[in-house]
């Protein structure tokens, strides 16, 4: 049996035992594919997302002009009729989530660059078992430790996290363990 033709099979009989049950039917969980960062320095924030973050370059910078092309036209609609140019690079982590670095000629730092209030992403999150150590690259890279790192569950589970700031004041937090480890009641106990 092909593979779509599985998947669909699984939806098919996933979706006609929970109609049978009275249950309704639930969307399948979508991966997360990307997100897209603002810094002020393309070159200077690919190269601390690879020296210090471990991500890899999956398209150097490279200078995007408003034109006629399907590139200039796309970002015509996502930009709106005012852009000119950026810069722009692609990077993966190590579980394949892709990150769009983007220097824009007009951008600026926001005056409070986590707004929690304001509606909308206030920050991301990556793991490494290695919480205090990777904080400190990233503190000697340049960036700042927003809080000391604090354990989730002390009683319970080892887990820690700190929020911490790239070189370019983009907030993101970092978690020793897995979300689902993290939030799950009773997943880990020493």
Known sequence: MRWLDWITRCRETDRVMRLGKGLPMLPTPRGFSHIGLSVPDLDAAVKFYAEVMGFY???????????????????????????????????????????????????????NNLDHRRHGIFHFCVQDPDVEGLTEKIVAAGGKQRMPVRMYYPDDKPYRMVYVEDPFGIVFEIYSHGYELTYSAGAYSD
């Open 57 to 111: 370059t999956i398209m150097p910078p490279t200078l995007i002009e408003k034109d006629d092309s399907d590139i200039g036209v796309m970002c015509s609609d996502v930009f709106g009729p005012d852009w000119t140019r950026f810069r722009i690079a692609h990077m993966s982590t190590g579980d394949r989530i892709g990150i769009e670095l983007f220097e824009f000629p007009d951008g600026y730092a926001p005056e």
